[in-house]
């Protein structure tokens, strides 16, 4: 079954300081993404459909290379779903010490990454230098 609910800001505040290892966000469209930016500053691992602002912010973990927050799935049906459940299972099962590495990992890079200085750093480059550019006002 699939149903509707409207945001409720409390429930999410609740999802926030709960002992929550894995956030889903199955959006169709995202323009942003509060979740995506804010869940792995607690350990939580974004399970996410790879749209908008998603695609953005949530990168497929690769432990191996150290590189990676999450579980982005890029096919919005059932099946692209479960691949990204499948390899979120993978990682849980592994040592609770390779684990938390990753967890302080995407913490760290989350917060460096993520700040409302590298969040406006990145507008100006990606948006604003262009339009600029184009305009011939640079």
């Not at 579980?71 to 919005?76: A, G």
Request: one cysteine or more.
């Amino acid at each position: 079954y699939v149903s509707y609910q409207p945001f409720d800001k409390n429930l999410e505040e609740l999802a926030k300081i709960s002992d929550n290892a894995y956030g889903l966000m199955t959006s169709t469209y995202e323009p942003c993404g509060g979740p995506n930016l804010n869940y792995p500053l607690g350990g939580t691992l974004m399970i996410g459909h790879a749209v908008d602002g998603i695609k953005d912010t949530v990168i497929p973990l690769d432990i191996e290379n150290g590189k990676g927050n999450g579980f982005p799935y890029f096919s919005n049906d059932l099946d692209g779903l479960e691949s990204a459940i499948i390899k979120m299972c993978d990682f849980a099962s592994k040592t609770d010490e390779i684990k938390y590495s990753e967890y302080t990992r995407i913490a760290k890079e989350t917060l460096k990454n993520h700040s409302a200085k590298a969040r406006i750093k990145q507008v100006a480059e990606e948006i604003f230098l262009p339009l600029l550019y184009e305009k011939g006002l640079r």
